[in-house]
């Protein structure tokens, strides 16, 4: 690799910006792909506590107001699924987090969907906040509890035939963000 190209790599990871929260589970998967591809970034932290996501300046980066935002440059990205598959997009050979076989990818994609669609959105603070409005504050964590266990009830199911070392093999895929 000649060092012009190395400066550009080097230039593209300094302009990654990751704001986060250190503890939220969307934040953690986007930084455990930034790691296992071993992307440089920056990191601002966001305290969902102090109500930091709904500041007028945060909401221009994203409207929704929710954690982890990626910035590279002029693109930004919020979600952590849409910013995990743009790392993916953008540098592929680093450590590619998705396997080369359709039906492993298949499976990948149904996992991190299950995290991202039936467990990770039903237990965020604006829900258990709703939850402790409408319901009162004792029914936080069974409504947790419920929904955590038939989400990983659902992945058991999903990647019991396909585990080896890791949830869909011997290799660290998406599915392990």
């Not at 997009?89 to 076989?101: E, Y």
């Not at 991190?112 to 604006?126: D, F, M």
Request: glycine content about 6%; charged content about 20%; hydrophobic content about 40%.
């Amino acid at each position: 690799m000649s060092m012009a190209s190395t400066s550009v790599i080097v230039e593209e990871e300094k302009q990654l910006i990751l704001y986060s929260y250190w503890r939220s589970s969307c934040s953690f998967r986007v930084r455990i792909a930034l790691n296992l591809k071993g992307l440089k970034y920056d990191y601002k932290a966001v305290n969902l506590l102090k109500g930091e996501q709904s500041h007028p300046d945060f909401l221009q980066l994203n409207p929704v107001g929710f954690v982890p935002v990626l910035v590279d440059g002029p693109a930004v990205i919020f979600d952590s699924f849409a910013i995990i598959m743009y790392l993916e997009d953008k540098f592929p050979q680093q450590h590619p987090l998705l396997p080369t076989d359709i039906h492993k990818r298949a499976i990948n994609f149904q996992a991190v969907s299950i995290v991202s669609s039936s467990i990770q959105p039903l237990h965020n603070l604006n829900l258990l906040k709703y939850v402790e409005g409408k319901v009162g504050p004792d029914e936080k964590l069974p409504w947790v509890q419920n929904v955590i266990k038939k989400g990983f009830t659902a992945l058991e199911k999903l990647l019991k035939e396909h585990t080896g070392r890791y949830a869909t093999g011997d290799e660290v895929f998406m599915v392990c963000c």
